[in-house]
């Protein structure tokens, strides 16, 4: 079964509010990605996370990575209509030698102007 | 930055019909390549992982008779769905990693995905 989950499925907030989405997995990751994927278009990657407790920020984006490396959350602040879109996240999972890439199921953001 | 085309991006075909959709990596070369499939507002459903110059890895419940994947250059990968029927019908997108040998995975880069519409 699906070992990363995401939450909410659905968000729908007003231009200038803030949004989170979560993500969790049932097991140790070895690192954590997020991507974007616009209405009608490809996922695109945001940014890698791989130390325990991590937090990196891309302008208004904060992403972090919890220090049991289980979970992970990504925050915008002030949302604007170019923001819409289904945010992924995606982990990676060690199991022997082999690294899987596993993706949330996304969390669809809608911005009301 | 690392692109990765896909082509054809929309195919509308009759039941029964076998449909080849590729992969390519423009200006890097691709080891590994993935196959997802995406239906409405859902996720990302990892199909098989393209291996170059060996036959690819298969997640469970996908058939492999059913999806054939074909990855014979280190810039292109080729999905066939076979005899498709209308079940088949979804997003079929392809991603390429750049293989760097750092510690951790790397991007992945998608194609902007195809259409399969059965009729």
């Known amino acids: 079964g699906q070992q990363v989950m995401q939450i909410p499925q659905y968000q729908h907030v007003q231009e200038g509010e803030d949004f989170t989405t979560y993500c969790n997995s049932s097991?140790?990751?070895?690192?954590i990605q997020w991507y974007k994927q616009r209405p009608g278009g490809h996922p695109v990657f945001l940014i890698q996370l791989v130390k325990s407790g991590e937090v990196k920020k891309q302008k208004r984006l904060t992403f972090q990575f919890g220090e049991a490396k289980k979970n992970s959350s990504l925050h915008i602040t002030a949302t604007q209509t170019t923001d819409v879109g289904t945010y992924f996240c995606a982990g990676t999972i060690s199991s022997g030698s082999a690294r899987q890439l596993t993706f949330g199921s996304g969390t669809q953001l809608t911005v009301l102007p | 930055g690392a692109v990765v085309s896909q082509h054809p991006s929309r195919v509308i075909c009759k039941s029964g019909t076998s449909v080849k959709i590729e992969c390519r990596s423009l200006?890097?070369?691709?080891?590994?390549m993935f196959w997802y499939r995406q239906f409405p507002k859902k996720s990302l459903m990892l199909m098989a992982t393209s291996n170059e110059g060996s036959k690819a890895t298969y997640e469970q419940g996908v058939e492999k008779d059913k999806f054939l994947i074909n990855h014979a250059s280190l810039t292109l990968s080729t999905l066939t769905v076979t005899s498709a029927h209308p079940e088949d019908s979804s997003f079929y997108i392809c991603s390429a990693r750049v293989w760097s040998g750092a510690v951790g995975n790397q991007p992945q880069h998608f194609g902007d995905g195809t259409r399969l519409s059965i009729l």
């Open positions: 097991t140790t990751l070895s690192n």
């Open positions: 200006d890097f070369q691709a080891t590994t």
